[in-house]
């Protein structure tokens, strides 16, 4: 499984015939455009498990889940800088 993180209008290529194009969204929801022939059956999941005939089949059926964010060792670190506080050390300095 590959997890990418993607920027609005990037899109990924698969083969030489379909291409998924993000086109942005919000925290819980993704737009995104298919591109691909008309021969490939593209289908939602919550089509495909409201057509499961059984709970049985339903549970076999593949399950995505959200990661949540990076473990802090692995985030970039955030430098912040208040120019305020900086004064106050400076003008303490010289005093």
Known sequence: ?????MSSEEYL????????VFLGGSKNH??????APKEYNV????VI????KSEEER?????YYAVPDLPEKYRKKRVMVNDSLKK????????
């Open 30 to 35: 993704l737009r995104i455009m298919v591109d």
């Open 59 to 63: 549970a076999q059926l593949p399950h």
């Open 49 to 52: 498990a409201n057509h499961a």
């Open 13 to 20: 290529q698969i083969g030489e015939e379909i291409r998924i």
């Open 43 to 46: 289908v939602r999941s919550k």
């Open 88 to 95: 106050d050390k400076q003008q303490a300095a010289t005093s």
């Open 1 to 5: 499984m590959l997890r990418l993180t």
